[in-house]
Structures are given as C-alpha cells and as structure tokens.
C-alpha cells in the first residue's frame, strides 16, 4: 500500500519556523521525486518545492525561494521541508506527494499525502 504521510504542521507566529516530513512507503522511492504542495482556503492547490531522490536536485515556487529548504534521508525514505521566516500567508494544507519529475506543477504527481495544516499567525 502506498503511503505518504506528513507530520510537523501547526500553529506558529509570524517569522518562525516550522519543518514538515512526509515518511514514503509502498513504493520505490528513489524512482520517484517527491514534491510539497499546498492549498490556503479558497485557492488553488500550489506547487511548494520538490526535490529529486534520484540526483538531489531541487526546484522552489519564487514565493519560497530563500525561505524554505528541501532535504531528502534516502536511507530513511523521508523528506524534509525545513519552513524559515514564515508569513501570515504561508498558512494553507500542506501535502506531499510522489512525482515523476521534479517540477512545482501538480500534474506530475502520481501519489498524494493526505495533509498537514500550517497555520502562521500575525
């Protein structure tokens, strides 16, 4: 059974820190890359950042960049999303998912995660 499961989420103020993990299991993940999307109330879900389990390589949504880091433990089948300097309007569900390719574009996705909510509060 695939499994994506996120954890991490919560309430945090302005300017903090928060770091998400989504552990895979049920398929092979190095096959895969695994992406961070999310979705605020009344708006499309958005691609985050993703990184590639094959080479490492990463991509970031320009509302992220600078602020948010992708990491990825193979041995452990898990990805990080360490969330710095976090705004009012980073607070959305955040998901992960298993990708065909690393890209911020939510139709590569093949597997979903069922969700984490990140409340950042001003």
């Known amino acids: 059974e695939v499994q994506l499961v996120e954890s991490g989420g919560g309430l945090v103020q302005a300017g903090g820190s928060l770091r998400l993990s989504c552990a895979a299991s049920g398929f092979t993940f190095d096959d895969y890359a695994i992406g961070w999307f999310r979705q605020a109330p009344g708006k499309e879900r958005e691609g985050v950042s993703c990184?590639?389990?094959?080479?490492?390589?990463?991509a970031y949504a320009d509302s992220v960049k600078g602020r948010f880091t992708i990491s990825s433990d193979n041995a452990k089948n898990t990805v990080y999303l360490q969330m710095n300097s976090l705004k009012p309007e980073d607070t959305a569900v955040y998901y992960c998912a298993a990708q065909w390719s690393c890209t911020v574009v939510a139709g590569t996705v093949v597997y979903w995660g069922q969700g984490t909510q990140v409340t950042v509060s001003s």
């Open positions: 990184i590639s389990s094959s080479d490492g390589s990463t």
